[in-house]
């Protein structure tokens, strides 16, 4: 049973560039969730996305767009980067019809540096 | 907004046991759980409480208090591979979507 895959696993990139992050969900699960953890901080919500659709966002400017696939799959863009950009970028998956008590799943995450 | 107060580190030996508190406020609280995260890893869910009271599975522990907005994670039987940071987190529902908010983390050390 495959867990949550991302890539790539780790990514340098020049301020004022633009990225593009991949997350492939666990098998049966239709919710995909991003967050940004900074060295030695807690993960910080950047959005959610169900049936293709963004349906909440976290404190995050519109630099940081994303989508999701028909086959769940999501990606998260960030435009014009910033030094400050610089975290591991994590992808969760979930199951929508047991959201209140379905933990997240995570991947191993995608490790930004911005130079 | 939510906030949720953690200790930044604890440290014990092997074999002893553990409590990390959580404080939390928010709105729209569904349930306060728990991850681990290794260095270099992804974080993995430990337990949730949605209800007041102590959750056991194996060596670890979660206790929920509502009107307190206070939880905490008790681990017992220490094992060196413990040594991790251990989040907690609630679920906030607004409108049709959800999510997770984490605190910052306490990293716990376990000594020989």
């Known amino acids: 049973d495959a867990g949550v895959t991302q890539s790539p696993t780790h990514l340098i990139k020049t301020r004022g560039q633009q990225v593009t992050l991949r997350c492939s969900p666990k098998?049966?699960?239709?919710?995909v969730s991003w967050y940004q953890q900074a060295l030695g901080q807690g993960p910080q919500f950047i959005f959610q996305y169900y049936e293709e659709e963004e349906r909440q966002r976290g404190n995050f400017p519109d630099r940081f767009s994303g989508h999701q696939f028909p086959n769940y799959s999501s990606e998260l863009n960030v435009n014009a980067l910033l030094l400050g950009d610089s975290a591991l970028y994590l992808c969760?998956?979930?199951?929508?019809?047991?959201?209140?008590?379905?933990?997240?799943?995570f991947g191993n995450g995608t490790r930004l540096t911005v130079t | 907004g939510q906030s949720l107060e953690q200790p930044s580190e604890v440290t014990a030996v092997e074999g002893a046991i553990v409590q990390i508190n959580c404080t939390y406020q928010?709105?729209?609280?569904?349930?306060l759980s728990w991850y681990q995260q290794h260095d270099g890893g992804a974080p993995t869910f430990l337990s949730y409480n949605a209800l007041d009271g102590l959750e056991e599975t194996g060596r670890f522990s979660s206790f929920l208090s509502r009107s307190d907005s206070y939880g905490y994670l008790l681990l017992q039987e220490l094992q060196m591979k413990d040594s991790a940071s251990y989040f907690c987190a609630v679920r906030v529902v607004r409108g049709a979507g959800n999510m997770l908010t984490f605190g910052g983390g306490t990293r716990l050390m376990v000594k020989p």
């Open positions: 969760a998956s979930s199951l929508e019809s047991s959201v209140y008590n379905s933990p997240l799943h």
């Open positions: 098998s049966g699960h239709d919710t």
């Open positions: 928010t709105s729209g609280f569904y349930g």
